[in-house]
């Protein structure tokens, strides 16, 4: 069956002529442009997307990149605050270059691969207090009012969604420095992405069960994890599409 696309992709491709490296610094979306980008992958600017957006938004202007390629970025929560990082620094969990570290704690870490050079930026105590206030409130409303009185919890949904608004434009008015606490120091930035192996089939061979090419190092006893039962999961039809 033969399938015609709506629209020609060529354009939205890299170019395929040699690029100088090196001769320019690379550009990354405006504050605006980073904070525009979120709702389209997050689904609205919340408090942590916009905290998240200006932590990678003054990265980039700390950081002396002259490669894209050269930026990792860690969260070390796992929070909202990864997609605002992401629209800010175009890293993210697909390009291996945005990682989740489970220190439970507000706070990032963004490295330079061609220097080494690494910087942590995590929020100034006042407004670490007053996410944390907030995000209780919210926690309370999903496990009390979601399933309580609907009307009750629309009343208390609109009530939080004014603190949400309040607080990110307070921020907005707010600079860096008011903002966050910046530190530079030393990690292992291999630490800041995730392995090849986890990025691509590198080693590819089949399970013995499903007949599925699958990463040589993710097979135990030639069984993949959906086959051994590690991860639960039931085929129940196939899909024409």
């Not at 796992?78 to 989740?100: K, N, P």
């Not at 903002?179 to 992405?193: A, C």
């Not at 192996?197 to 090419?213: L, W």
Request: glycine share 6%; aromatic share 8%.
């Amino acid at each position: 069956m033969s399938y015609t696309p709506d629209f020609e992709i060529e354009d939205l491709l890299p170019s395929m002529r040699k690029r100088g490296h090196g001769k320019r610094a690379p550009s990354y979306p405006s504050l605006r442009e980073a904070l525009e980008t979120v709702p389209k992958v997050h689904g609205h600017i919340c408090t942590a997307s916009y905290l998240g957006t200006r932590m990678g938004h003054l990265a980039v202007r700390l950081l002396d990149l002259k490669r894209k390629r050269d930026l990792v970025a860690a969260v070390e929560i796992l929070t909202c605050a990864a997609d605002g990082i992401a629209a800010a620094t175009q890293c993210s969990f697909g390009s291996g270059r945005l990682v989740f570290l489970d220190h439970g704690k507000f706070a990032a870490i963004f490295g330079n691969l061609a220097t080494g050079e690494a910087l942590r930026i995590k929020c100034k105590p006042d407004v670490d207090e007053e996410h944390i206030d907030y995000g209780k409130q919210l926690e309370q409303f999903y496990r009390v009012y979601a399933k309580g009185d609907l009307e009750k919890a629309l009343a208390e949904r609109k009530r939080l969604q004014k603190i949400e608004r309040e607080l990110i434009l307070k921020w907005h008015r707010m600079s860096d420095s008011e903002l966050f606490i910046v530190t530079r120091v030393e990690v292992d930035l291999s630490k800041l992405m995730y392995p090849l192996d986890m990025q691509y089939i590198a080693s590819p061979k089949r399970c013995t069960v499903c007949n599925e090419i699958t990463e040589a190092t993710r097979l135990s006893n030639g069984v993949c994890r959906l086959c051994s039962g590690d991860f639960e999961i039931r085929e129940l039809e196939k899909v024409e599409i």
